[in-house]
């Protein structure tokens, strides 16, 4: 644990919380800032930074309690589509550097239903061809 992260501080119980779920290696609450009704963050109990410093097999499990808890919100929310959204990084977007898994459901009509959408950018065929190379 790290004493001066707010995420170890909730699962601690040292700051509380709305906690829908609870296992030995997960807590999922809900967001105190959320994109929309029912958004929810899975939190690893054991401190990681990032994706980059989560053991392969608590990634594995992350994506497993995911799903498991996406089906289960879609059903009580009756929401129309989900997010999963983790970010890396303070360019990413990340500001509590624990790791943890944003669930986001989604609801048709919505004031902010523009939250996940960018501008994209074009590449020649010889960039992407480049890039390729770089990746594989």
Known sequence: ??????????????????????????????????????????LPKEHYANLYELPEDLAAKTMLLAKKMAEHMTKKLSCDGFNLIQNNGEVAGQTVFHFH????????????????????????????????????
């Open 1 to 42: 644990m790290d004493q001066n992260c707010i995420f170890c501080k909730i699962i601690t119980g040292k700051i509380p919380s709305k906690k829908i779920y609870e296992d030995e290696d997960f807590l999922v609450i809900l967001d105190v800032n959320p994109a929309s009704k029912g958004h929810a963050l899975i």
């Open 101 to 136: 898994l944003h669930l986001i459901p989604r609801y048709q009509d919505a004031e902010n239903d523009d939250l996940l959408r960018w501008d994209t950018l074009e590449f020649t065929g010889e960039e992407l061809t480049a890039m390729v190379k770089l990746l594989v």
